[in-house]
């Protein structure tokens, strides 16, 4: 019988399963750019829109907006930098002659 038909974790009887933040965490970090581009083009529209009127649901929906916004630039730029370890880059200026 393999793991999947006995419902044991696929690393093995006493592997240990990711608790819930760590499983946060990893959402977070695997936010697709695309995402959080379109989330940066909604808070800069629902900001643009909220400096013109003072209406208190809009702002709430633009706090809202903002804070998920900054969460998924935070997962996308840790992405970025672990990548950019992950495959020898160190960032800055390259060495001449290279």
Not at 12 to 36: C, E, M, N
Not at 48 to 60: I, S, T
Not at 68 to 73: I, N, P, R, S
């Amino acid at each position: 019988m393999d793991r999947q038909a006995t419902g044991t974790p696929q690393g093995g009887a006493g592997a240990a399963r990711p608790g819930p933040l760590h499983r946060v965490l990893k959402s977070i970090r695997d936010v697709h750019p695309a995402t959080a581009f379109f989330l940066v083009a909604l808070s800069l529209g629902l900001a643009a829109v909220a400096v013109q009127m003072y209406y208190l649901p809009l702002l709430v929906v633009f706090a809202v907006v903002w804070g998920v916004t900054v969460v998924a630039l935070m997962g996308t730029v840790s992405r970025w930098i672990s990548n950019s370890q992950r495959h020898g880059h160190r960032g800055g200026v390259a060495a001449a002659g290279h």
